[in-house]
């Protein structure tokens, strides 16, 4: 009973707009992945919260408002690709919903056309094919939207950059779900200007839960 209450609404969304489709995965990044305590992060810094965003990402409402914030994303910025993805494992859920959403949305409201997705290995296999970049056929993509889950130091994210810029790879876009503003995005906007795309900061998360902190603590733990 508590599933069905959970994503009744899912219908509704599906037919919303850019407005409302950010704004409910605001609010369920807020309640599911936002987790206040002592951290610490990949980065080897101390955080006082913490973003479990594959809690989001991998939920069913999730995906779907993830896809469509996405989507609508890139198109507001007038973003067009051949496909969409980014490093192992932040990205393969959101890269993958994405993909989804892009079919549903061409075949069903005529909207753009599917966007295929790639995930992109730390490093190359040392087996079978060897292959870094998987996914995709290297040969008929040209441009690509490289995206991650959190930017702190954009060190997992560089890493997708660079190797699908060595494979020359036009990168039109880069997207993170949730910027922590912590140096990454110094970094990223210095090399790629208004190809930078956050769709949320940490800072606007935490605002939204301002007076409400116990709320974000009981619901995640």
Do not use: W
């Amino acid at each position: 009973m508590k599933a069905e209450l959970e994503y009744d609404n899912v219908r509704l969304l599906l037919s919303e707009t850019l407005v409302r489709h950010k704004e409910e995965l605001k609010k369920l990044l807020v309640r599911k992945s936002l987790v206040k305590g002592n951290f610490v992060l990949s980065s080897g810094k101390e955080s006082d919260y913490y973003l479990d965003c594959k809690l989001t990402t991998l939920d069913p409402l999730g995906a779907v408002l993830t896809g469509y914030t996405v989507l609508e994303l890139l198109e507001e910025n007038g973003i067009e690709a051949d496909a969409i993805g980014g490093p192992i494992i932040g990205a393969v859920p959101i890269a993958s919903a994405v993909s989804a959403i892009s079919y549903l949305r061409a075949i069903n409201e005529g909207k753009g056309r599917p966007l295929p997705a790639f995930l992109v290995r730390m490093e190359r296999k040392a087996h079978g094919r060897q292959k870094q970049i998987e996914g995709i056929d290297l040969r008929s993509a040209q441009k690509v939207v490289v995206i991650d889950e959190v930017c702190t130091s954009g060190a997992s994210i560089e890493v997708a950059l660079r190797a699908v810029e060595e494979r020359h790879l036009e990168v039109v876009a880069i997207v993170n779900l949730v910027d922590r503003e912590e140096g990454g995005h110094i970094k990223l906007r210095a090399r790629y200007g208004n190809r930078y795309l956050p769709v949320f900061t940490a800072k606007e998360l935490l605002e939204s839960t301002a007076g409400e902190p116990s709320r974000v603590a009981k619901t995640i733990l």
